[in-house]
């Protein structure tokens, strides 16, 4: 491997578990192993779009009212393909195809304890 890389962000088992709806099920090679259900993906789907979404939202300009969500049915996933050897894409139930997650991403947004103090507290500081 010519390119070092965070053996925390390094796949060694990826199980997209698409027929039961799941979700997905990643070991890193730190031995450390994330599991992401489809609606979780959905909404930290990396697009432009998504991020276009996400930040409308945390700025409380959407239309909706952000104290009664409409309803949504619980997103499921159509496929998942492998994109290179760095990412897979998913297109979720809802037809939205659009999201390419890196593993990168994926380890960052990992729901557990432990990756929220490693990846997304740190993070939170040096972005505002
Ligand atoms: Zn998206
Ligand atoms: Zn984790």
């Known amino acids: 491997m010519p390119i070092p890389q965070d053996a925390r962000k390094k796949p ?3 199980k997209v578990h698409v027929s039961t709806g799941e979700g997905v ?7 450390h192993t ?4 489809f609606p979780y993906l959905r909404d930290h789907c990396p697009c432009a779009l998504c991020n ?3 930040e409308k939202k945390s ?3 959407a239309s909706s009212s952000p104290l009664l969500p409409m309803y949504k049915p619980r997103v499921t996933a159509n496929s998942a393909n492998p994109v290179g050897n760095y990412a897979i894409q998913i297109q979720f139930s ?9 593993y990168e991403h ?3 947004i990992c729901p557990c304890d432990a990756c929220e103090r490693d990846f997304r507290s740190a993070a939170k500081e040096t972005t505002v």
């Open 12 to 14: 060694v088992s990826i």
């Open 25 to 31: 099920e990643i070991t890193w090679s730190d031995t």
């Open 34 to 37: 994330s599991r992401y259900a």
């Open 52 to 54: 276009d979404e996400r």
């Open 59 to 61: 700025k409380g300009t």
């Open 94 to 102: 809802d037809s939205h195809a659009t999201g390419i997650f890196s």
């Open 106 to 108: 994926l380890r960052e």
